[in-house]
């Protein structure tokens, strides 16, 4: 078993921090914290791998393949691999617990402006 503590992850998160924080991987999966205060952009490419966008605190838009969808603490949304989408419209900091699978292999392409 791997436990994770995700109140303690993101209190420990240093400041300033690079938006996207990996704390989990396997070959069949990885997990991060992604952090996006307001008035932040998300940048984040289009990635080859399934996701699970887990809202843990704040409120945002999300566009996902064109179809925008307000988002808040325990949203849960699925992105298909290959689909464009990104978070917006950020009204209070958010913070999201990202699941691949399998295992993030694009790269760090979830930053914040």
């Known amino acids: ?3 994770h503590d995700l109140d303690a992850l993101i ?3 240093p400041d300033p921090s690079p938006a996207y924080h990996e704390f989990l991987r396997t ?6 914290l992604y952090h996006l205060a307001v008035g932040r952009i998300d940048r984040q490419g289009i990635h080859r791998e399934d ?3 887990v809202v843990l605190r704040g409120q945002a838009t999300l566009t ?4 925008q969808r307000r988002v808040g603490p325990g949203s849960a949304v699925y992105v298909a691999a290959g689909v464009e989408h ?3 419209s950020v009204t209070d900091d958010l ?5 691949f699978a399998p295992a993030e292999s694009t790269g760090p ?3 914040a402006d």
């Open 1 to 3: 078993m791997d436990l």
């Open 11 to 13: 209190q420990q998160r």
């Open 27 to 32: 070959g069949a999966m990885s997990a991060g």
């Open 51 to 53: 996701e699970l966008y």
């Open 64 to 67: 996902v393949a064109g179809e």
């Open 86 to 88: 990104r978070f917006h």
């Open 95 to 99: 913070e999201v617990l990202v699941v």
């Open 109 to 111: 392409l979830l930053t």
